[in-house]
Each structure stands twice: as C-alpha cells, then as structure tokens.
C-alpha cells in the first residue's frame, strides 16, 4: 500500500502558503494522525513551509512514536510539558513568523500560552485546513473504512440472532460490543445507540435499561473503527411482529434511503443530497418527522467532512465518503432510521455497507 504521508505533507504546504502562514501548528489528533500516523492521546506538530515537521511527544510513547512515524517527522520527547518545549521547536527567526493555529481544536488556555510567547512569532486562527484535505479519501483509506464497514455488519448479523424479547438495551448494546472487539475492532468510534419501542423516537438516545418488547422497534446505530478509520451504520428492526403502520414506515424510509444512496454524487452540493430523500419523506406525509440531515462524512473521525444537510452549500469532494441516513421519527410511539455509508467514486456512487435493509423480524 503506498504511503501517501508525503503528499499530504505537501497538500498542507500548498494550502499554508496560499492562506499566507509561514508554518502551521497542528493540535487535532486525528490531523495529526493523517499526517505523521502518530495515534497517541498527546502530541504537537509543527510543519513549516520548507523544514521537516517536528512531533512533540512525551515519555509514553517513545517507542511507538517511532514505529509510526518513522522519518516522516523529527520527533521531541518533551519530559516535562509539550507547551513547554514548543517553544524550543518554533521555526526561529529575526523576522515575524506567521504560524497558523487550529482555532477549533485550541483551548482558550492554550491559545493564552501562545499569545504569552515573544512578538517574533505572528499567531493567526485557521478552520478546516487539514480538515478540507481529509474529506477525499486516498487507496489506502478507503480500504481500511471497507474492512471497518465489514466487521461492523459481521457483528450485527452475529448479535440479532442472540436477541430475545427481555434483554435491556444496555445488554444489546453489550452483545453487539463484544462482538465488534472479537471481530477485529479497535474501539467503538461512538458511543452505541440502542433504542426500543417509543425511545427510538429519539435520534441519538443512549442504551438504557428498558427491556425489548415484543411489537415494537428496536433501533440500532453503531460503528466499527479499524486501524483509526470509521463505519457507521444503522438498522431497524421489529420485536417478534410487525404491524401495517410499523411496516409502512420503514419502507418510506427504506426507499429514500435507497434513492439517495443511489443519487448522491460528488460535485453537488449537500443540500442538494439532501433533498434527495428529504423531499421522498415530506411527499409521503411525514417531512415533519424528519428534523436532523441525510448525512455526514466519515473517515478518522465518525463526524468529519462534508455535510449532506439542508444548510449545506459546499459540493461533495470527489472521494470522500459520506453516511446517508433519514430517518422519521414519531414522538410517543418509536422511530425509523436506516443508514449506509456511500463512497463518492468518480463513477459514482459505490455503497460499501452490504446489511439487508428490509424490515426483519427479530427476537
């Protein structure tokens, strides 16, 4: 697999000098890992226009920073803060230097320590400016968001067929966990949502301790993470019986999700994906009952780049992968929501997640 560390490098170099910064100072862990495969919890990174990054670590990870990073940075064992030492790795001129900072991953006190350092450094906030070169997905990426995608949907086929009428959410949730750990996942990427009868009327409710009743929805949204990377999946399903309602409703959302999946591409714009099965909803009379997005991209982090919402005017990057994920929901009585996670090919789109989509009876 070929090790794309160095284009990104020079992508972010591009994107530094075209905002006019001189370096940039990377906080955001999952940027830091896109960038060097450092996946510790502390870490700094500095990368000028033209010297090689320089990765502030401390003692934990003195050994699998080397492993992961390689020569792809100078690396600093800080033993004492990494603030501390990153003064010592600031490019180091007579001149002002203007260092780019990410303002939505910096905490107010850290930022204090940057303003707290001499004038020859010229702090300026960026957004996005590794996060816009993570939207589109290289080779390698995508294979890894594949293999997170298939252990993810091994898991669930392994845990339906152990769910009964009785079970708590929690216990579901459970299930599904260990077998998502025993399949090859690193970690949950997100807390598991478990949701049954009138709770799954809430889009992001927490497994609690009701138990599974027969007649009703069980909804389930969970991810698997591999190597760092992310799926993010849901289904649902009916306890024991299914009734006309319960059945109408899935299959209203089962075929915009289905349409969108098969309508999004890269270059429109997020609202415009969004329509797709928003406007499939609000024809069968329940547009209402819909209130959050189709979707979002997902990658090293569950929540990244693009939007597929109704405010979103930005087009979808050629590469990117993204969730599509209506859903309808109805407050008192129970909800529905369906989710893939679709590959923006130049082709168009490729739909990694294989799971059925019909309403199955379970328990």
């Known amino acids: 697999m070929e090790d794309c560390r160095p284009q990104r490098l020079a992508a972010v170099r591009a994107s530094m000098t075209e905002s006019g910064f001189d370096a940039l100072l990377v906080t955001s862990l999952p940027n830091i890992r896109y960038l060097t495969g450092f996946s510790g919890s502390a870490a700094l990174l500095i990368v000028s226009a033209s010297a090689p990054p320089v990765l502030l670590t401390d003692f934990r990870y003195q050994e699998q920073v080397v492993d992961e990073v390689g020569g792809h940075a100078l690396v600093r064992i800080e033993p004492s803060s990494l603030w501390a030492g990153l003064r010592e790795a600031l490019p180091n001129t007579d001149d002002g230097v203007r260092i780019a900072f990410e303002s939505a991953h910096l905490l107010h006190v850290d930022f204090q320590r940057l303003a707290d350092m001499p004038t020859r450094w010229q702090w300026r906030g960026c957004v996005g400016l590794v996060e816009a070169l993570r939207e589109r997905k290289d080779a390698g990426e995508l294979l890894l968001i594949r293999e997170a995608v298939r252990i993810a949907e091994a898991a669930l086929d392994r845990t339906i067929h152990e769910l009964r009428v009785g079970l708590t959410e929690r216990q579901v949730a459970g299930i599904l966990e260990h077998h998502l750990r025993d399949l090859g996942s690193d970690a949950t990427p997100f807390e598991t949502i478990v949701a049954s009868g009138a709770r799954a009327a809430l889009p992001h409710a927490r ?9 009703e929805f069980l909804l389930i949204d969970f991810g698997a993470s591999y190597e760092g990377y992310c799926s993010d999946i ?15 409703v899935h299959d209203i959302v089962r075929e915009a999700t289905l349409s969108a999946s098969a309508g999004v591409r890269a270059g429109m714009r997020g609202r415009d994906a969004d329509a797709i099965a928003r406007g499939y909803i609000e024809a069968r009379g329940f547009g209402e009952l819909f209130g959050h997005s189709l979707g979002h991209g997902i990658g090293l982090e569950v929540h990244e780049g693009p939007r597929l919402a109704r405010t979103a005017e930005a087009p979808l990057v050629p590469g990117s992968v993204v969730t599509i994920e209506p859903g309808i929901y109805r407050p008192g009585w129970g909800g529905v929501r369906i989710e893939d996670d679709v590959h923006l090919a130049d082709a168009g789109p490729d739909v990694l997640t294989t799971f059925p989509r019909e309403l199955m009876v379970i328990g």
């Open 207 to 215: 497994a609690s301790t009701r138990e599974l009743r027969a007649g």
């Open 234 to 248: 849901t289904r649902t399903f009916a306890l024991k019986s299914v009734n006309a309602e319960m059945q109408e």
